[in-house]
């Protein structure tokens, strides 16, 4: 597969409080979700838009644009990133309620590359590993 573009998707709640350092950081560092990707990937990052998800319609919409227009990357060349706080258990919350029907809506949109998870945290997978966080892998 020949990936030209990353997508991650962040918990509109969850931003509020989170700058998104930890996604960016393993991103450019190759950690993580993101460590088969070349130093040539793209990233751009945006918000589900709110519960329960469905402006993540929208903003696809105007990516697919943007993407058409502006460069010679097609749908099947991005990966979208459901992040680590949307779909696991973590210090942020529990897994999003709507993860799923937000992951159909990305895949309706025609982007079938959908990865759950983006950055992962030692202390957070542990929790997980010992059951204080619930675990959905
Ligand atoms: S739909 Fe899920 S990911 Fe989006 S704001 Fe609500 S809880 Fe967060």
């Known amino acids: ?4 573009c990353v997508v991650i998707i962040q918990c509109d709640i969850v ?3 989170c700058s998104g ?4 950081n393993a991103f450019y560092n190759k950690e993580g979700a993101f460590k088969d990707y070349d130093a040539a990937v793209r990233y ?4 589900c838009g709110g519960c329960s998800g469905k402006g993540i319609a929208a903003k696809l919409e105007h990516l697919s644009k943007k993407l058409n227009k502006k460069t010679d990357i097609t749908k099947d060349e991005v990966v979208v990133h459901l992040s680590s706080c949307m779909v696991h258990d973590n210090y942020h919350s529990n897994r999003c309620p709507h ?3 937000i992951k159909s809506i990305i895949i309706k949109k025609g982007y079938k590359n959908v990865v759950e998870g983006s950055y992962i945290s ?10 204080i966080y619930d675990c959905y892998e």
Do not use: H
Request: one cysteine or more.
């Open 99 to 101: 993860a799923d029907y």
């Open 1 to 4: 597969m020949n990936i030209k």
């Open 44 to 47: 751009i990052s945006f918000t």
């Open 122 to 131: 030692a202390n957070a997978a542990r929790k997980r590993k010992e059951g």
């Open 15 to 17: 931003q509020r409080r």
């Open 21 to 24: 350092f930890a996604c960016t």
